[in-house]
């Protein structure tokens, strides 16, 4: 019983530990990813291009919330569907950030039929700024957006262009 106790205890310890960070890929010359693809359920991200793979991410963060699709501003939920990563943003308050164009406009018709706000400013980024560059935050942390690890968001970065269609799965 003392021995199921103490492995208890480990367990619960190893849950509070910072997530490990994955150590990203150096990029190869050519490669820009012309697709994303996240599948929420599984924690991954793939970047394709040409419909070959040329990146995977695992260990995916998400909103507090992170089963079901994104309705309304603060439900903590990560957007469902098809979009464009429009931008990226360098001075975010995380460290660098791709913008995901959510709401799109069935999402603000749904919204608006309810008579509220769908939200957004939906982005892919790291972890928030003044963190040691390879720390992480545990667990799902953001209002709805995708985090990853600091040297996994500066390797997309590199790789995802400005326009670039991205679907998130459930």
């Not at 310890?13 to 697709?35: H, S, W």
Request: contains cysteine.
């Amino acid at each position: 019983m003392r021995g199921l106790a103490l492995s208890l205890v480990l367990l619960f310890a190893a849950c509070l530990q910072p997530v490990p960070v994955a150590q990203a890929q150096q990029a190869r010359a050519g490669e820009r990813a012309d697709f994303v693809l996240i599948d929420k359920s599984e924690r991954r991200l793939w970047l394709y291009q040409g419909g070959r793979v040329i990146r995977a991410y695992s260990g995916l963060q998400f909103g507090d919330q992170p089963i079901g699709h994104k309705r309304f501003q603060g439900d903590e939920r990560t957007p469902e569907g098809r979009y464009t990563i429009t931008y990226g943003n360098p001075q975010s308050s995380y460290y660098l950030s791709l913008f995901i164009d959510y709401p799109n406009a069935a999402d603000r018709a749904y919204a608006k039929a309810r008579g509220r706000s769908p939200g957004g400013l939906i982005f892919i980024h790291g972890q928030p700024n003044g963190l040691a560059f390879d720390e992480r935050i545990p667990g799902d942390w953001t209002d709805g957006c995708i985090a990853l690890s600091n040297a996994e968001i500066e390797e997309l970065w590199s790789l995802v262009p400005d326009g670039t269609p991205i679907e998130i799965r459930p």
